[in-house]
């Protein structure tokens, strides 16, 4: 048994409470977007041409014969120690028709990756998507992170008429 | 102060403080593919309070900082991490719960290397506290798994993304059952007092854990785990001192909107304890057998972000299950029943209480508690 202070601990812990603002762009690794580009040609198997839009450089429209087919968008969230990579396909109408997480990099919370976990999203609402034992943070962060994104690209959408 | 513990109803109030703050923002300031440092933590605080019959105060209660503990970990780069745990029991015992390098060899396979969790059982891998309903974890993992269960080693641990399964497989130094002529395995505790902890751990074999989870069955994530060695010794040459370990586990858990429910099945085969109860003059076991299952209805569900949990569960567990040469302990045949409430905020903050009815096979009473807990989790 060792009498120690906590404060040099809790010292730490109040340091890194205060909020850092990170203004920079993340950046998707090779292999992400490898990953990104393949599970798009699967899905759409057509040609098509991407190019982000304006909000963010990882978030695409894709465009075949001059026409919208949908957007594809490449994110990050938090799982428990880590950051993981997902990417969301949406429709035209900005209706959610794909989520793969492309790079889960943790020891816990890999159960998201799960597809049959992931097809919730595309019939129920965030809220209802069910939770999964075991990866409690993971699934809060996705839920959030799916949440948001589609809330910023029905308004970025709403924007542009 | 006198202490009348068999006649009376005693009233135990665990005011278990679990705060678990999840600060989502935090975590997304801290961490990002740039940030290598990474901090996190758990606490849980304890009030006990003893009632007489009139369920009146009449001796003097107890308030604890049961445990608080520190996540320090940093990404030296995309493949090595260092996590660690660092945790204050009771405000004055200082431990490492986890302190290892993890090596990424592949994007769904790490190595890692250090001291970890044992894994056996859900709590000893999850255990913060807002994660499990109940103030103080299941009896079950604390003396049949025993919990918090953490030793040095090596390991592999990764994912199979198709077949949806979690596997883990480590050599690692096992329990110390022997220390200079003092037992440390005991009948009532079973293997618990013999966890080393990283701390000096003494190595005469290395033993061998693994877990297999399966997760791809929508709503259910089901687990087996096994450990397999003999526990160490201070007397090198003597295998008298020693006893071999053949443990199993199997466990479930299952939600599916408001409804959750939980069950473990964890049992322990030692050999040579006729041996060595001989030259310790311990009495321990040859079979340690444990398992509960737990059921819960969120009544908040669909009205509410926050969740307000009633449970029930039903532990067994007997580190008498089996004696070689001696006859069992009835008194180690132990059953705890649990009805309680977890009120979880924010999913990082945790109020609960819980009524415990306390039995076993040499008694024909059950003894009662009321704990109050709170749990903290970020």
Avoid at chain 2, 36 to 57: A, T
Wanted: hydrophobic content about 35%; glycine content about 8%; proline content about 2%.
């Amino acid at each position: 048994m060792i009498r120690v202070f906590p404060a040099f601990w809790l010292g730490i812990l109040f340091f890194c409470l205060l909020p850092i603002s990170a203004n920079c762009q993340w950046q998707p690794s090779a292999k992400t977007l490898a990953k990104a580009e393949s599970t798009l040609e699967q899905y759409f198997d057509m040609e098509y041409s991407k190019s982000a839009i304006d909000i963010n450089s990882n978030y695409y429209q894709l465009m075949s014969s001059d026409s919208i087919i949908g957007f594809a968008c490449i994110q990050q969230a938090p799982s428990k120690h880590d950051m993981f990579d997902f990417m969301a396909i949406y429709s035209s109408e900005m209706e959610l028709l794909k989520l793969r997480v492309l790079t889960y990099r943790e020891n816990y919370g890999g159960e998201i990756s799960n597809k049959r976990w992931l097809k919730q999203f595309l019939s129920r609402e965030v809220s209802d998507v069910q939770a999964i034992s075991g990866a409690t943070i993971s699934v809060e962060s996705m839920k959030m992170a799916v949440y948001s994104l589609t809330q910023k690209m029905r308004n970025w959408q709403s924007s542009q008429l | 102060m006198t202490m009348k513990l068999k006649s009376q109803l005693i009233m135990v109030l665990t005011l278990g403080f679990s705060i678990s703050l999840f600060a989502q923002n935090t975590a997304e300031n801290i961490l990002g593919s740039d940030e290598k440092l990474i901090i996190g933590g758990y606490g849980q605080i304890d009030g006990n309070f003893n009632l007489d019959d009139d369920n009146k105060m009449n001796s003097n209660g107890k308030l604890d900082v049961h445990r608080l503990v520190t996540f320090l970990g940093y990404k030296f780069n995309d493949k090595i991490t260092f996590v660690s745990e660092v945790e204050y029991e009771h405000i004055v015992e200082l431990y490492v719960e986890q302190a290892f390098l993890d090596y990424k060899i592949k994007d769904n396979m790490s190595l890692q290397a250090g001291l970890m969790l044992i894994p056996m059982g859900i709590q000893n891998l999850y255990h913060e506290p807002p994660t499990f309903n109940g103030v103080e974890r299941t009896n079950v993992d604390k003396y049949i798994v025993p919990t918090t269960w953490r030793e040095i080693g090596v390991g592999l641990s990764g994912r199979l993304d198709e077949q949806s399964l979690n596997y883990q497989l480590m050599v690692v130094n096992g329990p110390l059952g022997y220390d200079n002529g003092v037992a440390k395995f005991s009948g009532s505790k079973g293997i618990r007092s013999g966890r080393q902890k990283g701390a000096e751990a003494i190595v005469s074999d290395f033993d061998f854990a693994g877990r297999v989870s399966y997760y791809g069955m929508l709503g259910w994530n089901f687990g087996a785990s096994f450990y397999q060695g003999n526990s160490e010794t201070t007397d090198f040459e003597a295998d008298s001192t020693q006893v071999g370990m053949t443990m199993m586990g199997i466990d479930a858990r299952y939600n599916n909107g408001a409804f959750q429910a939980r069950g473990q099945y964890t049992f322990a085969d030692l050999e040579n304890t006729d041996e060595y109860n001989a030259k310790t003059s311990s009495d321990v076991g040859s079979k340690l057998l444990g398992y509960y299952i737990e059921a819960g209805y969120n009544l908040l569900e669909g009205k509410s972000e926050n969740e307000l949990i009633a449970f029930a569960r039903y532990e067994n567990y007997n580190t008498h299950e089996e004696t070689d040469g001696f006859d069992a302990n009835l008194a180690y045949d132990r059953t705890d029943k649990t009805f309680g409430l977890t009120y979880k905020l924010n999913q990082g903050a945790a109020f609960k209480a819980d009524y415990q009815l306390k039995g076993n096979e040499a008694s024909p009473e059950e003894t009662k508690h009321f704990n109050l807990g709170v749990a903290v989790w970020f």
